[in-house]
C-alpha cells in the first residue's frame, strides 16, 4: 500500500504555512518594536495572554470539529470572573468557590445543547443570544464594581511565575491542551468526534450517539471558559467588568487558523495550538506597540476574516490538487 | 371559457407546427462515472418520445444537459436545424424547453399563482405585479387542468399531488414548445394521472414536442409515441412504440448479458433455521408488516420508490421509532433504541444514499471501513493504528477496493468502491454480523460493479448470514432474492418465491391500488 | 363566508401577536399605571423606531437568503459619520446622503466576503461587526460628537400630531417596503430566492445579485438609523445603536421570517412584532427592574421567539403529514 511520506505531508499542510507566519510576525514585531518584542518582559506577556486563549481554543477546536460553534464561551468566562471573586470575598473557601462556577458554566453550556439538540436551532443564533442573557446577568447578580480577591493561596496560583517566567496558570492552559489534543487524536472518544463531525448520519447509523456528543461538547466548552475566567481572576487579583471582551472570537479564530473548518470533521489541537500562538504573538505585538485598545476589536475581527479566508483559500488548493 | 382555450390553442400552433429536436452526440462525464455516451436521437413535434431505461441509464443527466442546468462534454442541441448553448437554465426556457423535475422545484412559502409564475411574474415596466392579470391566468390554467385549487392558497399546504400538478402548470403557462417530463407519475393518484394523461394528449394535438422520463412500461405503451430506449449513458435504440412489446424493451433496457450475470452466481443452497421474525410492525409510514428471514436467505425488497421499504429496515434497525409489533431477533424480541444496539446485535445496514448516510465522505478509506468498530480497537487508553490498518487492507483486499492508499479521501473513490468500503465495514471480523441489510446498494454504479456486488450478497448467504436486499431495479430482485416481498404504499402487498417471480407479477403488486 | 374571515384573522400571525402585545399592556399597567401616560408612549414609539428602521433592512436580507449581524455597528457608524460631517460644515442634506451612501459600501463590504468569498455570513458579519464598530470609536476618539445642525435634528426630535418623525420615517419606510415586497417584480424574486434558490436558479433568477442588493440595502437603511438616532440624541454616538440588530432580528423572526430563508412576513406583522418587543423592554423600564435586565430580556426574547416559531412549524408539519395522508 502506498503511503504519503509525513514529512511530505506537513509540508503540504496549513500548519506548516502558520509556522512560517509565527516566524515572520516575530521577525517582523521584533524589527518594529526595536527588539523590545523578545525582551523578557514582553515574553512574560505573551505567556500569560496565551493562557485564557488556550483554554477558549481547546473548548472551541473540540465543538468545530463537532461542527457546532459556541459565541457564548467569552460570555460564560466574564461571568465566572466575576462569580468567582464574589463568592471568594463571601468567605467561601477556593475549591468550593471554583467549583460553583464550574458548576454554573456547565449550565449555561447544557442550556445551550438543549436548545441546538433538541429543538435544532441554529447553533450560532442560540449562543449568540445566550451571550446577551449572561452579559445582563453578569450585572445584575455581580454589580459594576470591581471585587478584589484576597484569598492568597488563589492570588499566588494566578500571579507566580515557575523561575520568574512561566506562570502556573500556563502550565495549567498547556497541560489542558496536551490532554485534550491526545484525546482528540488517539482516544476512542477524539475518533468519534471527527467521524460525528463528518457525517452525523452516517455516524449515528454506525452507532454512535450524535445528541450525547453535542452535550458533553457543549457542557465541557462552557466548563473550560469557565475556568479560564476563574484563572483570569486569579491574575487580575480581582473580577472585573469585561474582561475578555475581545477574547469573543478568541478561541474560534485559533481554531480556524489552525485548520479547524467550519463545516466539521477536520483538524487538530497541534494545528489550533499553533494558530492560538499567532494571534496571541499579534495581539501582544499590538499592545507592545501602543496600538490603541480599539484596534484591537478591529483586529480581533479582521484577524477572523482573515482566519476564514485563509481556510477558504487552503481548502480551496486541497480540492485543486 | 372553453372557446377561450380553442383561441389560444390555434394561435400557438400557427408557432409551432413542424418543429423538430435534435439531441447529437451527446456526451456528458461525471468524476468516475460517463453519464452519457454519444446520445443522439430525434423528436418531432406532436409526438410524445418516452426516455426508457433503468436507474443510472443516464435520463436525468440527459434532461439536465436539455434544460441548459449542465453542459455537454461534447455534442449538440438542436431546435428546428438551430444548435442551442445553453449556458443557464432561463436561456432554455426563452428557448421553449421546460422541464418538469421530479424533485419539485417549487417555494413552500409562496402562493400557488406565484408559484406557477416562478421567477417570471409580469410587470409594467417599473417593475409592478399585474396580479390580476397573474389571477386570472392562474385560475384559467386550474381550471383547464380540472382542479379545485384556491390560487391564493400557499403551496406548503397542498397535497403532494397537487404540488406536483403545481410544477406541471409552470410548464403549461410558459406555453413552452418542447416540455420534459421527468417521472410525472410518481406522487400522483389516479384521477390527477388521468388528468395529467389528458394533458399530454391535448398538448401534443397542439403540436409540442413532449419528453417522458419514466420506467413504467405501462404508461409508456398508453400514452407515448415513440421511444428512445437509454442504458449505461449509450442509446440502445429508438422504436415506435406501436411497433414494439415490453419484452423488448425489457431486453433494451437490461442488455443481453445481465442473464449471464445471474446464471454466473455462485449462489447458497442451504437455508437454515429462522433468523428474523417481524410482526405486524408500524410506524408512522409503514403499518402491518411481516416477514420471516432464514439463515443464508436473501430476502428481497421491491416496490416503487416511497413505498415504504427503506422505513421498514430503519425501523427494524432502531433508526426510526416503533409505533407498534414486534421484531423477533434469533429466537428473542428485541426492541432497539438506536442503531448502536442493534449492531452490538449483530445487524448491519448499508443505507440508501451513500454520500448522506453512508460516508464520511472528507475521510480517509481506513476510517470509513472502521468507523463501527473503533471501539473495538482500543489498546489502552489510546486507538491502536496497526489494528485500524491491517483491517482496512484486509477489506481493500477481499472486495478489490481500488484506492491508492489508506488515506485516500473516501470521497475521490468512485461509487462501486464506496459502495464496498461500506460492505466492508459491516463484515469484519470483528463485528459479529448476522443479518445484513443493503439499501438500493448498486444504485449509481457500473455493470462490473453491480456483478461484484450480486456476488458478494451470495457470499454472505453463503456464509449463512441473512440479509435483506432493497432495490427498485426489478431484474435485480427478482434474480439475487430467494423470497420477494413487495410493498406499496407503507403496506406488503404479496411476498413470492424466486422460482415464481415476474416483472408483470411484481410490477402489478407493487403499483395494486 | 364571516365564518372564515374571522378564522382568517385569528390565523393570522399579526393578531395572535397583537393579542400578546395587549396582554403584556395590560400587565404592565396594572403594576405602574403611569405605563399608559402619553410621554411613554412617545418613548415606546421612538426606541421602536430604531430597531425598527434596521428590522425594515434586515428582514428584506433575511427573506432573501441571509443574514447580516453588523447591521447595528453599521448604525453607529452611520451616527458618528453623519455627525462628523455636519461638524464639518456639510449641507445636512448632502451629509445624509453621504451617510447612506457609506451604508451602501459597508453592505457590499459584507456582501462581498458572503457572495465572492463564500464565507458563511453569520460569521463574516458578526466579525465585520467588530471592524465596523472599532472603526466607529476609532474615527471619534471614543467621544460623542455634538451636533448643532437645527434642521437635521427635528428631524430626530420633531413630532407630527402626537408622532414623532422617526417614528413616522419608520412607518413610510416600513410601507414603502412591504408595497416593494408584495406588488413588485423583485420583491415577489427576493422571496423566490430565499425559499427554494434551486428553483429561483433554474427559473434564471440570480441568487447573488439579489442578496448583493439586499446587504447593500441593509447598510444602507442601517446607516440612515443611526443618522436618525444621532439626530434624536442630538449627537452621534459610537456605541450609541449597538443591540439594536438583536431587536430588529428577534422582531423579524417573531414576524415570521426564518432565519434560513423562506420564511415570508408582511411588515405589518413585523411592525406589530417590533411593538411587542419593544413595549416589553419599555414596561420592564417603567416598573423599574434594572436596566440591565434589559440584556437579559434581549438574549431571552430572541430565544422564546426561535421556540415559537419552532413549535408553529412542527404543528404545522404534522398538519400537513396528516392532511396529505386524509
Redesign the interface.
Known amino acids: 500500500?502506498?503511503?504519503?511520506s509525513r514529512a511530505q505531508k506537513f509540508i503540504k499542510s496549513k500548519v506548516f504555512i502558520l509556522l512560517i507566519l509565527l516566524v515572520l510576525e516575530v521577525v517582523v514585531f521584533t524589527i518594529l518594536s526595536q527588539g523590545l518584542y523578545v525582551s523578557i518582559i514582553n515574553i512574560r506577556n505573551i505567556l500569560n495572554s496565551i493562557v485564557i486563549t488556550a483554554f477558549l481554543t481547546v473548548g472551541a477546536v473540540l465543538l468545530m470539529v463537532r461542527g457546532y460553534?459556541d459565541?457564548s464561551a467569552s460570555a460564560v468566562g466574564c461571568f465566572t470572573t466575576m462569580m468567582v471573586a464574589t463568592l471568594l470575598a463571601a468567605g467561601m473557601p477556593w475549591p468550593i468557590a471554583i467549583l460553583f462556577c464550574l458548576i454554573a458554566s456547565g449550565v449555561v453550556g447544557f442550556v445551550n445543547a438543549v436548545?441546538i439538540t433538541e429543538?435544532?436551532?441554529?447553533p450560532?443564533?442560540?449562543t449568540?443570544?445566550?451571550?446577551?442573557?449572561?452579559?445582563?446577568?453578569q450585572?445584575?447578580i455581580f454589580g459594576t464594581n470591581r471585587i478584589d480577591i484576597k484569598d492568597p493561596t488563589m492570588v499566588a496560583l494566578g500571579t507566580q511565575r515557575i523561575g520568574g517566567l512561566v506562570p502556573y496558570t500556563l502550565v495549567l492552559a498547556l497541560i489542558c491542551i496536551i490532554v485534550y489534543g491526545f484525546i482528540l487524536s488517539?482516544?476512542?472518544f477524539g475518533?468519534?468526534i471527527?467521524?460525528i463531525g463528518?457525517?452525523p448520519?452516517?455516524?449515528?447509523?454506525?452507532?454512535?450517539?450524535p445528541k450525547k456528543m453535542a452535550y458533553i461538547l457543549f457542557i465541557n466548552d462552557s466548563i473550560l471558559a469557565g475556568l479560564a475566567g476563574c484563572l483570569l481572576a486569579f491574575r487580575m487579583k480581582a473580577g472585573a467588568l469585561d474582561s475578555i471582551t475581545n477574547g469573543?472570537?478568541t478561541g474560534?479564530t485559533g481554531a480556524i487558523l489552525g485548520g479547524v473548518s467550519?463545516?466539521g470533521?477536520?483538524g487538530g489541537m497541534f494545528g489550533a495550538f499553533i494558530g492560538m500562538l499567532v494571534i496571541s504573538g499579534f495581539k501582544t505585538g499590538l499592545t507592545l506597540l501602543a496600538v490603541?485598545p480599539?484596534?484591537?476589536?478591529?483586529g480581533?475581527?479582521?484577524l477572523?476574516?482573515f482566519a476564514?479566508?485563509f481556510d477558504?483559500f487552503a481548502s480551496f488548493r486541497r480540492t485543486k490538487s | 371559457m372553453a372557446q377561450e382555450t380553442e383561441v389560444k390553442t390555434s394561435v400557438m400552433n400557427n408557432g409551432s407546427q413542424g418543429l423538430t429536436l435534435e439531441v447529437d452526440n451527446i456526451s456528458k462525464s461525471f468524476p468516475g462515472v460517463k453519464a452519457l455516451q454519444n446520445v443522439s436521437f430525434k423528436a418531432t413535434s406532436g409526438k410524445v418520445l418516452a426516455l426508457l431505461g433503468e436507474n443510472g441509464a443516464g435520463k436525468s443527466t440527459l434532461l439536465k444537459v436539455l434544460s441548459g442546468d449542465i453542459r455537454p462534454d461534447e455534442g449538440e442541441v438542436r431546435i428546428n436545424g438551430v444548435p442551442q448553448k445553453f449556458d443557464a437554465p432561463v436561456q432554455a426556457i426563452q428557448a421553449g424547453v421546460s422541464v418538469i423535475y421530479q424533485e419539485r422545484q417549487l417555494v413552500p412559502s409562496m402562493s400557488v399563482i406565484e408559484n406557477i409564475y416562478c421567477g417570471d411574474l409580469p410587470s409594467t415596466k417599473a417593475g409592478i405585479l399585474r396580479k390580476r392579470e397573474m389571477k386570472q391566468t392562474a385560475e384559467k390554467i386550474i381550471s383547464d387542468f380540472g382542479l379545485d385549487i384556491d390560487p391564493y392558497e400557499k403551496l406548503g399546504r397542498l397535497s403532494t399531488a397537487h404540488q406536483q400538478m403545481v410544477e406541471i402548470m409552470k410548464a403549461y403557462r410558459r406555453d413552452s414548445k418542447i416540455i420534459a417530463f421527468d417521472e410525472p407519475t410518481a406522487s400522483l393518484t389516479d384521477t390527477e394521472v388521468t388528468i395529467l394523461f389528458d394533458l399530454i394528449k391535448r398538448l401534443k394535438e397542439e403540436g409540442k414536442i413532449i419528453l417522458y422520463v419514466s420506467h413504467r412500461l405501462a404508461e409508456i405503451f398508453q400514452i407515448t409515441d415513440e421511444i428512445v430506449v437509454l442504458k449505461d449513458g449509450r442509446m440502445v435504440k429508438q422504436l415506435n412504440t406501436a411497433e414494439t412489446n415490453e419484452a423488448e424493451l425489457i431486453k433494451a433496457m437490461v442488455g443481453r448479458d445481465i442473464g449471464d450475470t445471474y446464471s454466473a452466481l455462485k449462489r447458497n443452497d442451504k437455508i437454515g433455521d429462522v433468523l428474523l421474525e417481524v410482526k405486524n410492525l408500524t410506524t408512522d409510514a409503514i403499518h402491518d408488516v411481516s416477514f420471516t428471514l432464514h439463515r443464508g436467505e436473501i430476502v428481497g425488497f421491491a416496490g416503487l420508490v416511497g413505498a415504504g421499504r427503506t422505513e421498514v429496515v430503519r425501523a427494524i434497525?432502531g433508526?426510526d421509532p416503533i409505533k407498534s409489533g414486534e421484531v423477533i431477533l434469533d429466537g428473542e424480541t428485541v426492541h432497539f433504541k438506536?442503531?448502536?444496539d442493534a449492531?452490538?446485535a449483530g445487524i448491519a445496514?448499508c443505507?440508501e444514499d451513500r454520500k448522506?448516510?453512508?460516508?464520511?465522505?472528507?475521510?480517509s478509506v481506513q476510517?470509513n471501513v472502521c468507523?463501527?468498530v473503533?471501539?473495538k480497537?482500543?489498546k489502552g487508553?489510546?486507538?491502536d493504528r496497526k489494528k485500524q490498518e491491517a483491517l482496512t487492507?484486509k477489506a481493500?483486499e477481499k472486495y478489490s477496493i481500488r484506492t491508492?492508499?489508506?488515506?485516500k479521501l473516501v470521497v475521490e473513490l468512485s461509487g462501486g468502491n464506496q459502495q464496498k468500503v461500506i460492505l466492508g465495514?459491516w463484515t469484519s471480523e470483528l463485528l459479529t454480523t448476522k443479518l445484513l441489510i443493503l439499501d438500493e446498494p448498486t444504485k449509481g454504479i457500473d455493470v462490473g460493479t453491480k456483478a461484484e456486488i450480486y456476488q458478494i450478497l451470495c457470499d454472505l448467504a453463503r456464509e449463512g448470514k441473512g440479509v435483506i436486499f432493497i432495490s427498485s431495479e426489478l431484474p435485480e430482485v427478482i434474480n439475487i432474492a430467494d423470497t420477494i416481498i413487495v410493498m406499496h404504499n407503507g403496506h406488503v402487498t404479496g411476498t413470492l418465491a424466486r422460482a415464481d417471480a415476474t416483472e408483470e407479477k411484481v410490477m402489478s403488486l407493487a403499483m395494486l391500488d | 363566508m364571516s365564518g372564515s374571515f374571522i378564522k382568517r384573522i385569528t390565523r393570522n400571525k399579526a393578531f395572535s401577536l397583537a393579542v400578546i402585545m395587549i396582554v403584556i399592556w395590560l400587565f404592565f399597567f396594572l403594576i405602574n399605571h403611569n405605563y399608559f401616560a402619553g410621554e411613554n408612549f412617545t418613548g415606546i414609539m421612538n426606541t421602536s423606531s430604531l430597531s425598527g428602521t434596521i428590522a425594515i433592512g434586515l428582514a428584506c436580507l433575511m427573506m432573501s437568503g441571509s443574514i447580516d449581524?453588523s447591521a447595528g455597528s453599521i448604525g453607529c457608524f452611520g451616527g458618528v459619520l453623519v455627525a462628523l460631517f455636519l461638524r464639518a460644515g456639510m449641507n445636512w442634506i448632502l451629509a445624509l446622503v453621504l451617510t447612506i451612501l457609506c451604508g451602501v459600501v459597508m453592505g457590499l463590504i459584507n456582501a462581498f466576503?458572503v457572495n465572492v468569498?463564500?464565507?458563511?455570513p453569520?460569521?463574516?458579519t458578526?466579525?465585520?461587526?467588530?471592524?465596523y464598530?472599532?472603526?466607529a470609536?476609532?474615527v471619534t476618539k471614543?467621544n460623542d460628537i455634538a451636533i448643532g445642525e437645527g434642521a437635521f435634528t427635528r428631524m430626530g426630535t420633531g413630532h407630527i400630531g402626537i408622532f414623532p418623525v422617526p417614528f413616522i420615517i419608520m412607518v413610510v419606510l416600513m410601507i414603502i417596503y412591504g408595497l416593494m415586497l408584495n406588488y413588485t417584480r423583485f420583491g415577489r424574486r427576493l422571496i423566490l430566492c430565499g425559499g427554494n434558490r434551486t428553483a429561483a436558479r433554474l427559473a434564471g433568477i440570480n441568487h447573488q445579485k439579489i442578496t448583493t442588493i439586499m446587504f447593500a440595502n441593509c447598510g444602507a437603511i442601517s446607516a440612515l438609523a443611526g443618522a436618525i438616532l444621532a439626530a434624536r440624541m442630538y449627537n452621534g454616538g459610537p456605541r450609541a445603536v449597538l443591540?439594536a440588530e438583536?431587536d430588529a432580528m428577534t422582531a423579524a423572526i417573531m414576524g415570521g421570517v426564518s432565519?434560513?430563508g423562506g420564511g415570508t412576513s408582511g411588515m405589518g406583522t413585523i411592525f406589530v412584532a417590533l411593538l411587542l418587543v419593544n413595549s416589553f423592554n419599555n414596561g420592564l423600564q417603567v416598573i423599574k427592574v434594572?436596566s440591565?435586565?434589559?440584556?437579559?430580556?434581549?438574549?431571552?426574547l430572541?430565544?422564546l421567539a426561535?421556540?415559537v416559531d419552532?413549535f408553529r412549524e412542527s404543528r404545522r408539519q404534522k398538519a400537513l403529514k396528516q392532511g396529505a395522508k386524509v
Open positions: 500500500m502506498l503511503k504519503t460553534v459565541i436548545l429543538c435544532g436551532f441554529q450560532f443564533i442560540v449568540m443570544a445566550m451571550a446577551q442573557v449572561l452579559k445582563g446577568l450585572y445584575i488517539k482516544t476512542y475518533k468519534s471527527y467521524m463528518g457525517n448520519q452516517a455516524a449515528k447509523l454506525a452507532g454512535f450517539n469573543q472570537f474560534m467550519f463545516g470533521g477536520t490603541p480599539w484596534w484591537m476589536t478591529f480581533s475581527g479582521a477572523l476574516l476564514l479566508a477558504r | 434497525f433508526a438506536q442503531p448502536k449492531i452490538e445496514l443505507p448522506e448516510q453512508g460516508l464520511i465522505r472528507f475521510r476510517d468507523l463501527p473503533f471501539q480497537m482500543k487508553l489510546i486507538l487492507e481493500i491508492p492508499s489508506l488515506e465495514r | 449581524l466576503w468569498m463564500k464565507l458563511m453569520f460569521i463574516s458578526i466579525a465585520m461587526s467588530s471592524i464598530q472599532a472603526m470609536v476609532i471614543s443591540g438583536m432565519f434560513l434594572n440591565f435586565w434589559q440584556f437579559v430580556t434581549r438574549g431571552g430572541l430565544i426561535l421556540i419552532y
